[in-house]
T-cell receptor
Framework: DTGVSQDPRHKITKRGQNVTFRCDPI?????LYWYRQTLGQGPEFLTY????????KSRLLSDRFSAERPKGSFSTLEIQRTEQGDSAMYLC??????????????FGSGTQLSVL | AQSVTQPDIHITVSEGASLELRCNYS??????LFWYVQSPGQGLQLLLK??????LVQGIKGFEAEFKRSQSSFNLRKPSVHWSDAAEYFC??????????????FGTGTLLAVQP
């Protein structure tokens, strides 16, 4: 169990650029989540995958955001045409099959995005 | 609307003193309840959770929390704080009855500082 890994740890970009983050969940965890945490706020749910299927998306996930988990393992979160309001910590989490909500939810250290 | 309120943004306690962090929630039914801790540069770590049963739950690192249905509260306590407890603490709620979305709703967090 090496934990949830996120890459990069920090990303600085200019407004209008596209960025992509990667999340590697704990192996054999079939569920993967993306959350966003802005300064002074708690994490907010963005989206959820069960294996490769994206089962839920928050209204926070505008059409500039897209998340994929093509083989049911790692996931990517892409933000197109970044805006300053996208500056936040993007957290990934995973959980194993058969567990109740929050019972075994493991978070990564996050990717801190700064849009200049 | 579903929400979590942590009324204390910042708390400072002396090492060895007792601690209580407050959490109130608004939810249609009794949700699953959680406390997470986030240290700088680290991911969120689950301290404890309440699903049902005994309203006083024990967690890791010597923390406990008490669920009070009448007050819609789930306050976190520790009898003697250690300097390593300095971190940000988040209360969260999740849908009751199981399910797999892990669509947790987090409070805004309480930043704990520990004085020597």
């Amino acid at each position: 169990d090496t934990g949830v890994s996120q890459d990069p740890r920090h990303k600085i970009t200019k407004r209008g650029q596209n960025v992509t983050f990667r999340c590697d969940p704990i192996s054999e965890h079939n569920r993967l989540y993306w959350y966003r945490q802005t300064l002074g706020q708690g994490p907010e749910f963005l989206t959820y995958f069960q294996n490769e299927a994206q089962l839920e998306k928050s209204r926070l996930l505008s059409d500039r955001f897209s998340a994929e988990r093509p083989k049911g393992s790692f996931s990517t979160l892409e933000i197109q045409r970044t805006e300053q309001g996208d500056s936040a910590m993007y957290l990934c989490a995973s959980s194993p099959r058969g567990t109740a909500d929050g019972e075994k939810l493991f978070f990564g250290s996050g990717t801190q995005l700064s849009v200049l | 609307a579903q929400s979590v309120t942590q009324p204390d943004i910042h708390i400072t306690v002396s090492e060895g003193a007792s601690l209580e962090l407050r959490c109130n929630y608004s939810y249609g039914a009794t949700p699953y309840l959680f406390w997470y801790v986030q240290s700088p540069g680290q991911g969120l770590q689950l301290l404890l959770k309440y699903f049902s049963g005994d309203t006083l739950v024990q967690g890791i690192k010597g923390f406990e929390a008490e669920f009070k249905r009448s007050q819609s509260s789930f306050n976190l306590r520790k009898p003697s704080v250690h300097w390593s407890d300095a971190a940000e603490y988040f209360c969260a709620v999740g849908p009751p009855g199981g399910g797999a979305t892990n669509k947790l709703i987090f409070g805004t967090g309480t930043l704990l500082a520990v004085q020597p």
